[in-house]
């Protein structure tokens, strides 16, 4: 069995993402860059600060 991970990285340019997981699914949860980059801490989708 093939498990894939579906990380493909969003770009974008506000200082504060929210991450409700896509296809996987959680809670919504707010993000604030600390840096140029933020990994979601439920599902791991990355988003750059661009
Ligand atoms: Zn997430």
Redesign the pocket.
Known sequence: MEIKKDNNIIEVHTDTVY????K?G?PR?FLTFEENKIE?P????IFIKV
């Open positions: 991450c409700d997981g896509g996987l959680h949860v979601c439920y599902c791991g989708q």
